[in-house]
């Protein structure tokens, strides 16, 4: 019942309630971890499939990722190790010269939401920026945004810096944004998605 609460409130995004349910939650001896995956999680697939669907727009989608936001940080300071395990470490990016960060801002969130550990680099971040986020981080998977074609060849640039700086066989480069393609994706060495859901399908496919 407290998980089935929790979930309709996320889906719902009412904060408030969120935040209620999982203290209520956590008061009546449910585990921080069921809590998360039952309750949270639950919600915010749904959240993904709707908005996949067409059946939730951008707003939504960042009110029901606040809420997850709001209950999650009930839950971190009780986890015990091993509670969550992160299926893997990310870099994101708006690239170089771009400064449209929505799209990319709710790529993260929906990552994060599914259990990414998720280094946001903000935006007009160069490729050597990202080179080093990827050492520094020993990231799994590196995410760039961009929204104009001009700032699209900055993923190329990237990379190539990649490669020359021997990390590109050991990260899974994702790419998205308005202006993208599959095609560009496929000349450059990275893969496409193209929105917030399918970035997260795609993440599970790589790791
Ligand atoms: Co700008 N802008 N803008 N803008 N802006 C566009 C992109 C544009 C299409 C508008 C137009 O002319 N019709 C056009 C680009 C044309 C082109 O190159 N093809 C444009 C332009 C020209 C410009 C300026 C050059 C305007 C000027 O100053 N003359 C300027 C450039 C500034 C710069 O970046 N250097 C500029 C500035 C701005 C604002 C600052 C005013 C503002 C950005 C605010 C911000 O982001 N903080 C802005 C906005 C808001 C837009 C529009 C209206 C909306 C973009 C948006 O946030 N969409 C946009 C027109 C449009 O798209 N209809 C436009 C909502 C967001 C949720 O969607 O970002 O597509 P989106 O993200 C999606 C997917 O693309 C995907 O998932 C997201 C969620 O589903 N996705 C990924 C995104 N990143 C991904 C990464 C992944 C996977 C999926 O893996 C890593």
Known sequence: MEFIRIAEALKAGKVNDVKTYTEMALSAGKEPKDIINEGLMAGMNVVGEKFKNGELFVPEVLIASKAMNAGMEIIKPLLKEGDVVSKGKCVFATVKGDLHDIGKKLVCMMMESSGYEVVDLGVDASPEKIVNA???????????????????????????????????DNVKVMIG???????????????????????????????
């Open 177 to 207: 944004g308005a202006p993208v393609t599959v095609n560009y994706a496929e000349e450059i060495g990275a893969h496409y998605s193209p929105d917030s859901t399918e970035a997260v399908e795609l993440a599970n496919e790589l790791m």
């Open 134 to 168: 990827v050492k520094e981080h020993d990231a799994d998977i590196v995410g760039m945004s961009a929204m104009l074609t001009t700032t699209m060849l900055s993923m190329k640039k990237t990379v190539e810096a990649l490669k020359e700086n021997g990390l590109y």
